[in-house]
């Protein structure tokens, strides 16, 4: 194995002599890369089980997030305490030895790295992989946020938070920068598409993958295996969009709609608090897809800022009733203003903009910064299982018995799926789903608001039965809060 040293000359040469011939998007991985989280190595998985373990018995958000006249900061720095001891004794039941050697002062300030890195590590974990830690993230974030204010960390005499490993700061560390723009960086890090193709060609891809990466270090691996994630991520969050987006084109004109599939709608009829003609409610329903397939494509940027918002030293938030139970209402100026500039864009490719452009961000809607990554976490969760039952729609109707229900029921196999698009892109875009106008409405935040009301009525559709034929079990809208 080369010397990391030996490795970036290597780069720094390649890239040098290849200047010439590298793209547009391959110099994109320059600014990817620094939002991207290193993939956790073996070790630092031991250590995550140990985090998920303890917050997983904390009552930490029970026990702070209350109204009552008792100190809170005492109330903080006493559950950042245990929760710290129990972590110490996990590692004492897993590795006697390493744990004899952590516990033996009773001093936690004295061991800050280890808590530090633990805490980093779950943190990385979670971007990487948005569908686990449901319910610990949010525990981890608020105490991580807790432990940010003066008096906290007076008391505490630690810090327990340390800026989140990247691929970028790991090359920049070790003066490995020319990777990212390597020509071969596509190739190292595409991720293996398997859908309709022989196993031999599969194994041929995987076999061209590895080579390429075998020509550096562990340590660049390890960057080219988080950038293979994110590609893998960006799949399976963002590709769904982009399939909605396409049957939206397929299957819908843009000013003129087919006989009985316009996607006009009407306040007050079906739920809907907006009213549009065909023509404008398909491009307010474009326009909402964009945005969120732009969002989608920048999470990993936007969860970073959001998580320097949450986690900046001396920044406080009031604890409110918002309407849906105690929520930590606190600003979050570096989110805000990336998710304006995602706005921006979006307003400047479409050319005009229909509905309200406000994006609620620290207020009773939205209360912070980790409110705003759960909603749009939900994008996919969202579109995903209603474009895997469309693209199921003709598989399911090869059974002859099927094929009958469908024909019977909507009038065939395509009809069928423009039944389901014109009434998912009618009433999940209509303004519906919350107490009052502003709160739902037009508003950036108030789209996925609505679709989530049309996700929570799917049982009453008509084309239900369809759903559940072709495997449907539910959209799977866990959040992040304890």
Known sequence: METDAAVAGALGARAGAANAT???????????????????????????????????????????????????????????????????????????????????????????????????????????????????????????????????????????VKPMRTAHALLAEKGGLALLKDPLMHTATAEIMHEGKPRAVVQRDIKAKEKVAALSGEEILGVLYSVSDNNAYLRFNRDPVDKMITHLREYFDPKTPEPGFSLGITVGMGGARLSHNHERQYAYVMQSLMLWREVSNDMFKLWYLAESDLLREGSYYQLTNTGQGLNRVQGAPATGKAIHGVLAR?????????????????????????????????????????????????????????????????????????????????????????????????????????????????????????????????????????
């Open 346 to 482: 979006c307003q400047k490719k479409l050319g005009s903009w229909v509905g309200s452009s406000v994006v609620h961000l620290g207020d009773h809607n939205v209360p912070n910064a980790l409110m705003f990554i759960d909603k749009y976490a939900q994008v996919p969760r969202i579109l995903n299982p209603v474009a895997l039952v469309v693209s199921n729609v003709d598989e399911l109707c090869e059974d002859a018995g099927l094929r009958a229900y469908v024909d019977a029921t909507f009038g065939g196999a395509e009809a069928c799926k423009k039944h389901i698009l014109a009434d998912f892109f009618r009433h999940a875009f209509d303004g519906s789903g919350a107490d009052n106008f502003f709160d739902a409405g037009s508003c950036i935040d108030g789209r996925l608001t609505s679709a989530w009301n049309w996700c929570s009525k799917i049982e009453k559709k008509a084309y239900y039965p369809v759903f559940k034929l072709a495997g449907f079990s539910g959209f799977d809208g866990g959040d992040f809060r304890s």
């Open 22 to 160: 590298v793209d547009a998007g391959e110099t994109d991985f320059t600014e990817r890369a620094k939002f991207i989280p290193l993939r956790l190595d073996n070790d630092e998985r031991k250590m995550l089980r140990l985090l998920e373990a303890a917050l997983h018995v904390s009552e930490y958000t029970d026990k702070v997030d209350v109204m009552t006249f008792r100190s809170k900061t005492q109330r903080i720095t006493k559950q950042l305490r245990e929760i710290c001891a129990i972590m110490c004794g996990l590692v004492v039941a897993t590795d006697y030895r390493a744990g004899q050697a952590l516990v033996a002062d009773k001093d936690f300030a004295a061991n800050a790295s280890f808590f530090q890195a633990a805490f980093e590590i779950g943190r990385r974990h979670k971007v990487m992989n948005p569908e686990k830690m449901r319910s610990e993230y949010g525990k981890m974030i608020y105490l991580l946020q807790d432990s940010q204010t003066s008096d906290v960390q007076e008391l505490l005499q630690f810090k327990l």
